[in-house]
């Protein structure tokens, strides 16, 4: 049984199939490249555990940012969080991504 209230026991619920989460919320499409030995592990887990590729890929990043936050001291761990909600911030009010126009243009089904 894993801690199910880290992201890393989410995934690895869902890889075992003891355990099936959604997400929740708004969400953004982004380009990547990926190395091919990631992409080949990431095309295992999506053939291995049935899940989407993107919703793979969404959990692994959750993992890797629960997990590089856990290891950045305080002194980097508070610049960052403002520049995170400075991003977010700039998602509600800028023009470019607006988060409010977006969640309006969801809602009427519009996107």
């Known amino acids: 049984m894993h801690d199910r209230s880290t992201k890393l026991g989410m995934f690895l619920a869902e890889l075992e199939r003891t355990a099936s989460y959604d997400s929740a919320g708004s969400v953004h499409a982004v380009t990547v490249r990926i190395p091919t030995t990631d992409f080949s592990q990431i095309e295992g887990f999506v053939s291995y555990s049935g899940m989407a590729r993107n919703k793979v890929i969404v959990h692994l990043i959750q993992v890797g940012i629960e997990?590089?936050?856990?290891?950045?001291?305080?002194?980097?761990?508070?610049?960052?969080?403002?520049?995170?909600?400075?991003?977010?911030?700039?998602?509600?009010?800028?023009?470019?991504?607006?988060?409010?126009?977006?969640l309006e243009a969801s809602s009427k089904g519009e996107i």
């Open 67 to 102: 997990q590089v936050l856990k290891g950045l001291g305080p002194e980097i761990k508070k610049p960052l969080f403002e520049q995170t909600v400075d991003a977010l911030r700039g998602l509600y009010t800028g023009e470019e991504g607006n988060f409010s126009k977006t």
